[in-house]
């Protein structure tokens, strides 16, 4: 047996995406894997055949290929792929040949859905006109996002393309980003995501509804928060979506949805289960492509989502009546992907001892149908970890894992590593986790908690750290720490922490507030709500809302009574700030600020900068920065272990 270390991330395979042919027999889905020598993601397209067990590349190449969605005769397989530099809607004939592609727009395809006569409904964004020259002028508040970049002048909108390679010809227009269409059974209508208000501070989006006849658009439902992944009823009389009423806020449950396509009446259907819907449990084991969408009965009666519930997500069903039932059994798994055909579940799962794998689910019966990391995995020391509850200074359940050294044993005093989830409003869960995997093959005991302000245990718990950071969560966290060093096989003494983002935010202001730590690793942090708020790419809306409305004009004293900044004179212990020089979300700047105020201080610190990647650098980062940056962090802790005090 082997130790997992930094470098098996290279061997780590990912599936997901599963969909079903229209004839239930085979399943398609997104394999991808790690090309070191390229330093690269590669994602392909595979084929299972119910009948056979076979499961076969469908698409090849370097590329990444994702979003495979069967036309609905079964004849054509269409999917998006980076083949050609950007991605690029393709489409193939189900029996084999090369795939054609369709599209070519500048900054690629975001969102697609078949029509029923063998055309296709795009979303992307026109090419830019004015791109004479690189100086960007700027108009508006939302100008650029984490991950992409600069958006441009030009926003997203609706395009039919054919599968002979006509088009695309432009269905919508206007200065607003229109998304994620769906297209009514008959194939007259198109229903769609846009947000046409002039307010860019906090944005709403509703759903609208183009007639392809008279080319009339008309407001189907005004949002009041979120709405996405709209997905019309077999019958037509419905639209089923996600979304929720707060104003654009991710505080707050994300709902599953039904809009009437006659009366306009709209209501949730899974209010009663208070939890969100989708995956909202982190990893950085995770190369999942799909837009998980709800997906209808045929009957029009019954629609499946995914849900999060105390760091496991399952398949639900609820019923236009609202009767909710939970579809994947087992109380260990993150179902991260799904599709749904005839009675027949296929999901891509993960689990604390596997990344993502598929799965068929038929009359209670399970079946696993892909092994991609089986082999790798059995030569490993992987560690399973235990589940263990905490109880907060005002009663409130708190939950978390230990995640042990492989060959464990009790006799023994390991150092430990607390672990901090970003969001705030993320969470850990019952998924493979590659750096804890890391931490504890290289001997330490890995303690990760879901503190309030975590999703997945119902909404009042959620909103728990709103206007509050660095208060009760601090304290959930802390008395976590202190009640595991009091376990016997605990070295009290070599106590470490590290976190990302929000969980970066946490660590400066563990720092700053307790001595307790030998050694930090502080990631994609920040420590300056103030300045955060001018320069994040949501920090003018979600810096706001996550204070409960302080704003610098009237709140600037608490803004900054809650930045760890302000008590950076009171550090400590030895940090190490890892921070990507193009992460939009936390930018460099608060790194920079918090290194040099670090510095200046005296304390030893060191600040590791990743060029050419943003906030994602631990999620989907160039393979070799993220063994460089796991060999940073466990390097760090590894040369403060001791017992010098
Ligand atoms: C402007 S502060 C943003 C913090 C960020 N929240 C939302 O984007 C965050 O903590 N992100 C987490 C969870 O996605 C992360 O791990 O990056």
Do not use: C
């Given at each position: 047996m082997r130790p997992i270390t930094t470098q098996t991330l290279f061997s780590l395979q990912f599936s997901g995406d599963p969909q079903f042919s229209p004839d239930g027999q085979s399943i398609v889905y997104v394999k991808t894997t790690i090309n070191q020598e390229e330093n690269k993601y590669q994602s392909q397209i595979c084929k299972y055949d119910r009948k056979t067990g076979r499961d076969i590349p469908f698409t090849q190449g370097l590329a990444q290929d994702k979003l495979p969605k069967f036309s609905q005769d079964g004849s054509y397989l269409a999917f998006v792929s980076t083949r050609s530099g950007t991605p690029q809607l393709f489409v193939m004939l189900t029996d084999g040949g090369e795939p054609k592609q369709l599209t070519f727009f500048k900054k690629g395809v975001k969102s697609y859905s078949w029509m029923p006569n063998n055309q296709l409904v795009v979303a992307a964004r026109k090419d830019d006109a004015n791109e004479k020259s690189d100086v960007r002028v700027v108009n508006t508040l939302r100008y650029r996002g984490n991950g992409y970049g600069f958006y441009g002048d030009e926003p997203i909108h609706l395009w039919l393309v054919q599968v002979d390679g006509s088009g695309p010809q432009q269905i919508t227009d206007g200065n607003f980003d229109e998304t994620d269409p769906t297209v009514s059974p008959d194939g007259k209508k198109i229903a769609f995501v846009s947000w046409r208000e002039e307010n860019q501070v906090e944005v709403t989006p509703s759903l609208y509804t183009v007639d392809l006849d008279t080319g009339l658009i008309d407001l189907t439902y005004q949002g009041k928060g979120s709405v996405s992944h709209p997905v019309y009823s077999p019958n037509g009389k419905w639209i089923a979506f996600f979304g929720h009423e707060h104003g654009e806020d991710s505080g707050y449950n994300t709902e599953l949805w039904v809009v009437s396509t006659g009366s306009g009446e709209a209501r949730s259907l899974s209010r009663s289960l208070d939890r969100p819907v989708g995956n909202q449990v982190g990893t950085d084991a995770r190369y999942e492509t799909a837009e998980v969408s709800p997906i209808w009965d045929m009957d029009s009666q019954k629609i499946y989502?995914?849900?999060?519930?105390?760091?496991?997500?399952?398949?639900?069903?609820?019923?236009?009546?609202?009767?909710?039932?939970?579809?994947?059994?087992?109380?260990?798994?993150?179902?991260?992907?799904?599709?749904?055909?005839?009675?027949?579940?296929?999901?891509?799962?993960?689990?604390?001892?596997?990344?993502?794998?598929?799965?068929?689910?038929?009359?209670?019966?399970?079946?696993?149908?892909?092994?991609?990391?089986?082999?790798?995995?059995?030569?490993?020391?992987?560690?399973?970890?235990?589940?263990t509850k905490f109880q907060a200074r005002d009663g409130l359940e708190i939950n978390g894992w230990l995640l042990k050294p492989p060959g464990f044993s009790s006799d023994q005093r390991y150092p430990l590593v607390l672990e901090i989830h970003g969001g705030p409003h993320s969470s850990y869960g019952n998924t493979f986790l590659h750096e804890f995997q890391v931490l504890a093959n290289s001997g330490y005991i890995v303690l990760y908690t879901n503190p309030r302000g975590s999703h997945g245990y119902g909404e009042a718990f959620v909103r728990g750290s709103i206007g509050d950071w660095g208060g009760k969560d601090y304290e959930d966290l802390i008395d976590a720490v202190d009640a595991v060093a009091r376990l016997p096989y605990v070295d009290r003494n070599n106590l470490f922490v590290t976190g990302g983002s929000y969980g970066g935010y946490m660590t400066n202001w563990m720092v700053a507030h307790t001595h307790i730590f030998k050694a930090a690793v502080t990631q994609r942090s920040i420590c300056n709500l103030h300045s955060?708020?001018?320069?994040?790419?949501?920090?003018?809306?979600?810096?706001?809302?996550?204070?409960?409305?302080?704003?610098?004009w009237e709140d600037e004293e608490f803004i900054l009574s809650r930045s760890p900044i302000r008590y950076a004179n009171r550090v400590q212990t030895p940090v190490k700030i890892i921070h990507s020089e193009e992460d939009f979300r936390c930018p460099m700047e608060q790194a920079e600020q918090w290194f040099t105020a670090l510095k200046r201080l005296g304390v030893e610190t060191e600040l590791v900068r990743f060029p050419n990647e943003n906030h994602d650098l631990s999620r989907n980062g160039q393979p070799e920065h993220r063994v460089e940056r796991l060999d940073h962090i466990v390097g760090w802790f590894n040369q403060y272990l001791g017992n010098k005090e």
């Open positions: 989502f995914t849900a999060t519930h105390e760091g496991d997500v399952y398949v639900y069903s609820v019923t236009l009546d609202e009767k909710i039932q939970k579809e994947t059994p087992g109380d260990t798994q993150v179902v991260t992907s799904f599709s749904y055909h005839s009675g027949v579940i296929a999901y891509a799962k993960e689990t604390p001892a596997s990344p993502a794998e598929l799965y068929l689910q038929q009359n209670k019966e399970i079946q696993q149908i892909t092994y991609h990391n089986t082999p790798l995995f059995k030569s490993l020391t992987v560690s399973v970890p235990e589940r955060m708020i001018g320069t994040s790419d949501i920090g003018f809306w979600f810096n706001v809302k996550e204070l409960d409305g302080a704003d610098i």
